[in-house]
């Protein structure tokens, strides 16, 4: 009988010793199985050049500021305007002007959407775009991811055009030979845009950084007949201005060759006839 009852309990003992191994055999393979798929997840590399790859990278990389003025504008940006001037012979003057005007001092939505401060369409641009109403609906327009990319593309597309060339003729201090040298090689189709530019020039003084470039110690002095122009601020309307200023509506729309009455804040308006 004793017998019996040993062989019993070494069955028993046996028995549990096996169950015990088969179990934690089991959870073994399945925790390393588990573990190989985590590590597998972790470790899957990110397709390379796809399209939703490329669009996250733009937003994160976009940097925008907008500037409360034309003053700070030329702050933030003068000294990428030097910069230009340095390498590519353009009046660090004019690519600001340019910049305020053609961007409303930064508040535009080209500038604020896309950094692009110059308005420059896409002509076979193969990188970011931005579609915005301008002489027809919804053009194409390059999009940068930051605003110092837009003052380099505007440097070079002055200095690869052909029809430009006639402006690295002139001096580098001269801006009203370049501002007009502008329009007259197709730039701009107003009339009035080399009278916009030399405003915002001498009112802020922008020749400033062409003198600083070129190490010009003579100041310039200059009458600026700042009542042949205006500033567009919030809350003016071409009704407001007119009475201001004692011209009709229509004048100040003929003078500034606009088609609407919409006004953009941060452009200059020409307000009396020379």
Request: proline share 2%.
């Amino acid at each position: 009988m004793k017998k019996l009852i040993v062989i019993f309990v070494l069955s028993a003992i046996v028995f549990s010793c096996g169950s015990s191994r088969k179990t934690s055999s089991k959870r073994s393979k399945s925790k390393s199985k588990s573990e190989r798929v985590v590590k597998d997840s972790r470790t899957k590399p990110i397709a390379p050049n796809t399209k939703e790859t490329n669009e996250v990278i733009e937003a994160e990389n976009t940097s925008v500021r907008v500037p409360n003025s034309t003053d700070e504008y030329v702050t933030l940006f003068y000294g990428i305007a030097q910069e230009e001037m340095r390498l590519y012979g353009i009046p660090a003057s004019i690519t600001l002007a340019q910049g305020i005007l053609e961007s409303a001092s930064g508040k535009g939505r080209l500038a604020v959407e896309a950094n692009n401060h110059f308005g420059i369409k896409c002509h076979g641009w193969t990188g970011a775009k931005i579609y915005h109403d301008d002489d027809a609906s919804q053009e194409c327009f390059r999009k940068y991811n930051h605003a110092k990319y837009s003052y380099r593309d505007h440097s070079l597309f002055l200095t690869k055009r052909s029809r430009y060339q006639n402006l690295f003729t002139l001096k580098k201090d001269d801006y009203k030979g370049w501002a007009k040298g502008l329009k007259s090689a197709g730039y701009a189709t107003d009339r009035k845009y080399p009278d916009k530019l030399i405003s915002l020039i001498e009112r802020y003084q922008l020749y400033r950084y062409d003198d600083a470039v070129l190490g010009n110690k003579k100041s310039r002095s200059i009458t600026l007949k700042s009542e042949d122009t205006h500033l567009i601020t919030k809350g003016d309307t071409l009704y407001s201005l007119s009475k201001r200023y004692g011209v009709t509506v229509d004048e100040l729309k003929r003078l500034n060759n606009l088609s609407s009455n919409d006004l953009t804040i941060g452009n200059v308006l020409i307000v009396k006839s020379n």
